[in-house]
Structure formats: structure tokens, C-alpha cells
């Protein structure tokens, strides 16, 4: 592919998505160079549109259309609830199971001094203004349960503590379909000290 | 990402790319919406600009900016022998190793009865007529060893010898740093029968 200036300029700008090493990028550009025209142009459109016409709703930082999103705007949600995550999947996650009708905050990160990202490089400054201006009554904090994402809950349970309202975390435990024997001692402990009575 | 059209857009268009499935669409579309505007549109304007500014050479079939491409009208090159490649991909690979200075044709393909590529889906016909009308001695075919590779070569073989030009294969046998002990039986077979005095 050497040489095709237009070719090297695809594969470069392939090689900096996630995953994509020059290989593969190597590999798409051929799959793009002997795609139909009307699909090359609708992926590069599609591009365009997702980055033009998709915004930060201004109350729960996650991506849409209209300012404030649907899930903001939708009065038969309970809006006395926020669940915090970390990322856009998390909260489509937490959506896609069905059971949880409150509102969200989406952080875009978790703390990860390692990384160079501090509480100024993810959305908590935004969740304590919405906190300080409305009434919830309880902060559900969904981060993962990995390092960053614990210490992201931490961070934010101490910072909100002083507002008032319950702050809870998701349970962690022993997931669903899986045997006791195969677990781990750190999701052990947590499952025998999370115990519920049944 | 349910619900925002511009978002399942973008991940309906990157699920079409090989290899990638619903989930690394996903996560490509977080990223892209999360990377910065100049880079999705020099991304955007890249594949529009590979698929526009890069054609097929008349002469090889190869993806070129001019016509006839960069080698075909390379003076300095070998022009009695015609190195025949199932793809793009394995011309640079042969580029890539410097020693070999003749011209290309690329077919695009390998012959598939079981995935319907018959000799009109690839660039065979160009390669007769090509032969046809001019004074090439030789005839390098290069496409793999695997089943498909084997029968376009027996192929191509079959068709061509009536021109009377001579008709080479590239090696098979042990690929260099490996270990005789480790080699498949096939491959074995391949390097006896291909034995050369030394």
C-alpha cells in the first residue's frame, strides 16, 4: 500500500481507533477500497452525523439529541433517583435490564491518578451543581468494581456525603449462573459481608 | 447508545467492516464520539478520499493514483515478466522484500466454486488480454498455497500455457527459521519434491 498517498492517509487515520494496530487498519482500507461507493460515503457520513448532530445533555452529561435527553425529560421517571456511572455502555447496561427508572449521571472516566485523570478530568464538578440544585434522595454509585472504579465511588460518596441524601452503591457478589467454587477471594469476601436476609 | 439515531447509525455502518462486530462498533462509536472533531472528520474525509482519489491501474489491476500506476510505467523495471497476486496485499508483501523487479497483476481474488468465485468475478480476462498483446517471457504466479490459491494457480497455468511464455510458481517448502520437526506433513512433501542441488 506504500506510496498510495490516499491509502497511507486512510490507514494512518484507522490506526488511531482502539484495537486497530497498522495491520488491521491495513486490512479495512483494502476491505473500504473495494466497497460500494454508497457504503463508503454513508460510513463517512455516518462518522460526521454521530460527532455533528449528538450532544452532551447539560443534566446528565450523557450523549443525545436534544438538550436535556429523553431520559431527563421523561416525567414518569423517578427523578428523586440518580445512578452515577463511569461511561455511556455502563448506563445503557443499567437501561437494558429494565429495573432501574430513576435518572443517571454520567462521569465520561473514572479517577485514575496512573493515568493523569484527576476529579477536574471527569464530570463530578457537574453532578455536585445538579446535586446542590435539585432534590434527590438518593445517589446510586454504579462505577466498576476494579480499582478506579472504587476509588471514583469513594471520592464521590465523601464529597456528596455532606448534602444529605442516601448514598448507596450496587451490590457486589457472586454473579448470576456462576458456581462458588470458581470464585475468587476478594468477590467471596464481598458476597459473604454483602449478605442479605431471605 | 438505543435511541440516539445518529449513534446507531454510526454502529450499524462500522458493524459492516470485517471483523468487527456489534460490540466493537460500540465501543468504536463511544470513541469516535469522544475523539476530537479534526480527527473524525480527517477520518471521515480519508475513506471518502481513498475511495475517490485511488483507482485500478488498466494495465495490473492495482490500486494506483495515475494509470498506468507507479510500476507499470517504471522504466527501470523488468517488463518481460508478470508476477500474478490474488491481492493488493501480497504485491506490497513482495515489494516489501526488494528482490523482485518485474511487473504485477493483481486478481482480486482467488477462484471459489463454494463462495461463487468463478474466473469472471476476478481479474483473469485483464490478465489474457494483457498477455495477448504483449511479449512477456514469463509468468510468476504468486497466489497462496492454500486450496483456492492452488486452483487459480492450476488455473491461470492451464489457460496461459497456450501462449507458449514460461510459466513459473513461487516455492513452496519449510519457511525459513522454522524446524524440520515442527513442519506439516504437506509442507514436508512440498520441500522433498521441490529439493534443489546445492
Redesign the interface.
Known amino acids: 500500500?506504500?506510496?498510495?498517498?490516499?491509502?497511507t492517509?486512510?490507514v494512518?487515520?484507522?490506526s488511531?481507533?482502539?484495537?486497530v494496530g497498522e495491520k488491521?487498519a491495513?486490512?479495512?482500507?483494502?476491505?473500504?477500497?473495494?466497497?460500494s461507493?454508497a457504503?463508503?460515503?454513508?460510513?463517512?457520513?455516518?462518522?460526521?452525523?454521530?460527532?455533528?448532530?449528538?450532544m452532551l445533555c447539560s443534566v446528565c452529561m450523557g450523549?443525545?439529541?436534544t438538550d436535556p435527553c429523553?431520559i431527563c425529560s421523561e416525567i414518569s421517571r423517578d427523578h428523586s433517583i440518580i445512578c452515577v456511572v463511569s461511561?455511556?455502555?455502563d448506563m445503557?447496561a443499567i437501561?437494558g435490564t429494565g429495573s432501574y427508572n430513576g435518572l443517571y449521571h454520567i462521569l465520561?472516566g473514572a479517577l485514575s491518578p496512573l493515568k493523569g485523570v484527576g476529579p477536574d478530568e471527569i464530570k463530578i464538578k457537574e453532578l455536585l451543581m445538579r446535586l446542590s440544585s435539585s432534590t434527590v434522595s438518593e445517589l446510586l454509585i454504579a462505577t466498576g468494581f476494579d480499582v478506579e472504579g472504587e476509588a471514583t465511588a469513594n471520592y464521590i460518596a465523601k464529597l456528596t456525603r455532606p448534602i444529605g441524601m442516601t448514598i448507596t452503591r450496587i451490590a457486589s457478589g457472586v454473579p448470576v449462573g456462576s458456581f462458588i467454587e470458581y470464585m475468587d477471594k476478594n468477590t467471596l469476601d464481598r458476597a459473604l459481608s454483602g449478605r442479605r436476609e431471605m
Open positions: 500500500m506504500k506510496g498510495i498517498e490516499p491509502i492517509r486512510l494512518s487515520a484507522l488511531a481507533l482502539p484495537g488491521t491495513s486490512r479495512l482500507a483494502l476491505y473500504v477500497m473495494n466497497s461507493d457504503y463508503v460515503r454513508e460510513l463517512a457520513a455516518s462518522l460526521i452525523g454521530a460527532k455533528d448532530d449528538v450523549f443525545s439529541e429523553a461511561d455511556f455502555k445503557a437501561e465520561h
